[in-house]
């Protein structure tokens, strides 16, 4: 049992006395109460639960705390500004009418937030492939591949112009 010192959302966190293997999920959720990162399949298989270490998108359900000490961590609460604004990609989800029951959706954010940090103006081809193994019951892939387009035009000021 060790103590483990992480950056969240840019906020220090010291989580004192859990184990190295811990799933750093687990720690998001019940011992910091950032609720929003959810578990899916346990396995790093659905997505659910994806966030970013360093700018990478990572399944946090098969990462272990003793792998993130002194990185940036990013999970689904800090993805809008510090003032409140929305994300171009959680504003693109509602004027898309992305979510339906709303379960995988932050895993989602996450994914795509990566994709639009690494490529701004990702293709069909270039979404498809970086949301590979993010799951949807309901279905949504379509608005999920139309609100990620929207935000890359938002994001690059495409939005509005004629």
């Given amino acids: 049992m ?14 004192e006395g859990v184990e190295d293997s811990t799933p750093l999920l687990w720690i998001l959720r019940d011992a910091l109460g950032l609720l929003g990162t959810k578990y899916g399949c346990g396995i790093g298989s659905c997505g659910a639960c994806t966030i970013h270490v360093d700018g990478i998108p990572i399944r ?9 000490d002194g990185k940036e961590i990013r999970t689904i609460e800090g993805l809008a500004s510090k003032d409140g ?3 171009a990609l ?3 989800w509602i004027e898309s009418d992305v979510a339906q029951c709303g379960y995988c959706q932050a895993g989602q954010l996450m994914s795509a937030a990566a994709l639009l940090d690494a ?3 990702p293709s069909d081809s270039d979404i498809d492939d970086a949301m590979q193994g993010n799951y949807c019951r309901c279905g949504t892939y ?8 929207l935000a890359a035009d938002s994001l690059s000021g495409r939005v509005g112009k004629s």
């Avoid at 060790?2 to 989580?15: A, E």
């Avoid at 946090?60 to 993130?68: G, K, L």
């Avoid at 379509?142 to 387009?149: N, P, T």
Wanted: with cysteine; aromatic share 2%; proline share 8%.
């Fill in 2 to 15: 060790t103590d483990h010192h992480l950056n969240i959302n840019g906020k220090p966190h010291v989580v």
């Fill in 60 to 68: 946090s359900c098969s990462f272990p705390i003793s792998a993130v």
């Fill in 85 to 87: 604004t929305l994300h």
């Fill in 90 to 92: 959680q504003q693109a």
């Fill in 119 to 121: 490529s701004p103006n």
């Fill in 142 to 149: 379509k608005r999920i591949k139309s609100a990620i387009h």
